[in-house]
């Protein structure tokens, strides 16, 4: 794992310096502290036969953590004749079936790396070699021959990329800070990208929070060639194909697929470990991989003091179980510290408060360890979300209840909130208020942070001149229409795995991890596994009320009946109790003084009748307080 960064400029421009390529690359040591390595070749030298309109300059900058090969894998890295370089960021868990099959095509290997059997797969199949890398990266390649900068990400967004377009330059890097550090890059912030955020509590692919920043979208490659930027999909699921398949045969070929998995991710030159909060996720691939190995796996998870927000009790049972060399990390989270450090490590707005306790436990796991297995993508992939169950149970009331007369009544408003993580009346209020909308529109209402109406409630009358003519539920609902004329599950699981997987959840292990050089490593998330769990029908994840019913079906011997049968509980930390007290004083600091910053977008007036309400105990405000919070100290570090 690592960070990469640079660019090419035109002849004729000054181009990126050698110092302005190293601030580049230190914004990113934490991404790589083992090893940095640059080149550099400017414009007079590319390419002399060519039109000097055709003639670039280029820079790529690298930041290593050292995983496999840890000897000779330095980057950038060539081809035999200089012709192709590349730096890149991530892991080909298949690298070594790829380089077998190179190296029987003539290649020779100077490396035991997998960023080598990147070049010559690229040498030997252009731009068609993303499809063949099973993995997780973000990459950029010069291609001399070519006169062209290939960028390229993974197909579900697990290692991020930004790029910037700026007189004739691109530039790009892992993380928005190194991009910050080139002069020529003048950040404004985008009003629409203020809009989404508020919205979805990230900023969706493609925006940042900047004009003219974007990240690459996950399983797209973009050519900047003769002074155009040319962005294209290379990887994409039919959302809309469903395959029947017999619960046997569904049984068999599940098993495979995650086995295999797993397996590839396994391979490593360094400490491996596993995450394991002792839901059904995370402790089917600590058994899984279990089964792979010789010695106990080295299993990690975290634990507070809050039983609504401790699991720790279920991973002892799964590591006794399985027999892992299982340790618990006890955390009493210092709220004020934590803020800051996530402000400033986001890059841009992101207000996903399991952040938390993401951050507590890679930095505790990287004591240990450099590599840990997660479970992420068991709840998209089959099924698990309450909310899924919900958009069942709304559709047949509708057909059953008059709901617009419910509404009409002011009963739900009647209904008192609570600051309790479970809530039972929270959970039908919520359900409730989204009952007689349109499928995407209610699918919406329950995962967004600030409705639209609570929006313009927010914002100021100037403020609202300025954003974009677009609904930022079309993001959603682009994604939702891509499954066709498929049942709710379906769409709705199509659409986390389109925007909610990417945006937010790989954002928030990919910064919170390579905060502290940390590789984790998702293979419930491996593309073959992603592509086969699309086209199952709905009954074989949900059944009643039971989610993840093929994972149960399949895996049941490999872990104790509690594990199986327990209630989901998330990964959360209590943001309620904090704002009314360890964040009190800062909150009305950040968001109600003379010196907030938020308030040249956000009515003073409404920020305060939140927080009154919250404070009070009337309602529980703590999310869109959180939303709020992230966005104040973000400008604060960011934009002074």
């Known amino acids: 794992m690592c960070g990469i960064a640079g660019g090419v400029w035109p002849f004729g421009s000054v181009g990126i310096e050698p110092d302005i390529l190293q601030r580049m690359t230190q914004a990113l040591v934490h991404r790589g502290p083992d090893d940095e390595g640059a080149w550099i070749s400017p414009a007079e030298s590319v390419r002399l036969h060519a039109d000097s309109r055709d003639r670039c300059g280029v820079a790529l900058g690298f930041r290593r953590l050292s995983i496999i090969d840890l000897s000779t894998g330095h980057q950038p890295l060539g081809n035999e004749d200089g012709s192709v370089q590349i730096v890149f960021n991530g892991e080909i868990y298949n690298y070594r079936e790829l380089r077998h099959r190179l190296e029987g095509s003539g290649h020779r290997f100077e490396t035991h790396s997998d960023t080598e059997t990147i070049v010559h797969l690229y040498e030997d199949l252009g731009l068609e070699c993303f499809h063949h890398l099973n993995g997780m990266f973000a990459l950029a390649i010069w291609d001399a021959r070519e006169n062209r900068l290939v960028l390229a990400r993974d197909r579900m967004g697990k290692k991020p990329l930004y790029y910037t377009l700026q007189d004739g330059t691109l530039y790009f890097a892992s993380e928005l800070k190194s991009l910050l550090q080139v002069p020529a890059i003048r950040p404004e912030i985008d009003p629409g990208s203020i809009d989404l955020y508020l919205t979805y509590q990230y900023i969706p692919h493609p925006h940042t929070i900047y004009k003219g920043i974007r990240k690459l979208e996950p399983g797209h490659c973009a050519v900047f060639q003769s002074g155009e930027l040319t962005v294209q999909k290379y990887w994409s699921v039919d959302w809309s194909f469903e395959r029947p398949l017999p619960l046997k045969e569904a049984k068999e070929q599940l098993r495979e697929l995650l086995t295999d998995a797993i397996r590839l991710r396994l391979r490593s030159d360094v400490p491996l470990g596993a995450f394991l909060s002792g839901g059904i996720d995370s402790s089917l691939v600590v058994a899984l991989a279990q089964r792979e190995l010789q010695q106990p796996i080295q299993t990690f998870s975290i634990g507070f003091s809050e039983a609504d927000f401790d699991e720790t009790g279920f991973a002892q049972q799964v590591a006794d179980h399985v027999g892992t060399q299982h340790q618990r990390f006890e955390v009493t989270p210092d709220a004020l510290d934590i803020i800051d450090k996530l402000s400033y490590q986001y890059d841009e707005p992101f207000s996903d408060s399991s952040a938390v306790p993401t951050w507590y436990l890679s930095e505790l796991t990287r004591r240990h360890v450099t590599v840990a297995l ?28 008059p709901v617009q007369w419910l509404q009409k009544t002011g009963i739900l408003q009647r209904l008192p909130d609570s600051s309790a993580r479970r809530s039972l009346l929270r959970r039908v209020r919520r359900f409730c208020e989204a009952l007689g909308q349109g499928p995407v529109e209610r699918y919406m209402n329950w995962i967004q942070i600030f409705g639209e109406a609570q929006r313009l409630d927010l914002f100021r009358d100037d403020f609202v001149t300025e954003l974009p003519d677009r609904d930022p539920v079309d993001f959603l609902r682009r994604a939702w229409e891509a499954s066709g004329k498929r049942d709710l599950v379906s769409c709705a699981t199509a659409a986390d795995l389109q ?37 199952l029908p709905s009954s074989l994840k949900l059944r009643g009320s039971v989610g993840k019913y093929l994972l149960r079906e399949t895996f049941a011997d490999l872990l104790p009946a509690a594990i199986w049968n327990r209630p989901k509980m998330g990964f959360g930390v209590p943001i309620a109790r904090w704002f009314r007290t360890s964040l009190r004083d800062r909150t009305y600091d950040a968001l109600l003084s003379s010196e907030t910053k938020c308030h040249r977008y956000f009515r003073k007036e409404a920020i305060q009748s939140l927080v009154d309400a919250h404070m009070s105990g009337r309602e529980n405000q703590a999310y869109r307080l959180w939303n709020l919070l992230m966005f104040e100290l973000w400008l604060r570090r960011w934009n002074p």
Do not use: N
Not at 499 to 519: G, Q, R
């Open 499 to 535: 925007t909610y997987m990417p945006c937010d959840l790989m954002t928030k292990v990919d910064i919170a991890s390579m905060a502290h050089s940390l590789e984790a490593r998702q293979p419930l998330l491996d593309y073959r596994l992603v592509e086969w769990a699309a086209s």
């Open 374 to 401: 997660s479970g992420d993508g068991g709840d998209e992939l089959f099924g698990g979300y309450e909310r899924y169950r919900a958009l069942v149970l709304s559709h047949r009331l509708q057909h059953w209840f």
